[in-house]
């Protein structure tokens, strides 16, 4: 087994490796030890913090069971909407073509 944070290397029977794995501490372990602990800390906001917008999302979701599909519906009709706007914009841009550019300079 190599045992990267200890940086060694042990060999042994398939018993041995278990009971040094029990008795080292894991390569997470041995990296939250190296960072800061106001880095740990900070993370482990973060993963509650995302782990309870996730709940309440799915709480939201139970709720109001529609509200994803009126969600898509809406997304649906916003892109139509877009193009149907893209459309109009280039039949303008079409039917009143810009005029041509006159040479500033004098003659």
Not at 38 to 65: F, N, Y
Request: with cysteine; charged share 25%.
């Amino acid at each position: 087994m190599v045992d990267r944070y200890l940086a060694s290397l042990h060999v042994g029977l398939a018993e041995d490796v278990e009971q040094l794995l029990a008795a080292q501490p894991s390569d997470l372990a041995a990296d939250a030890e190296q960072l800061l602990p106001g880095v740990v800390r900070l993370l482990r906001q973060r993963e509650l913090a995302l782990k309870a917008e996730r709940e309440r999302a799915d709480r939201l979701a139970r709720l109001h069971p529609g509200t994803h599909a009126s969600r898509q519906r809406e997304q649906q009709l916003l892109g139509k909407l877009m193009a149907l706007l893209d459309d109009a914009q280039r039949a303008v841009c079409e039917a009143f073509p810009p005029p041509p550019m006159t040479d500033p300079s004098p003659v």
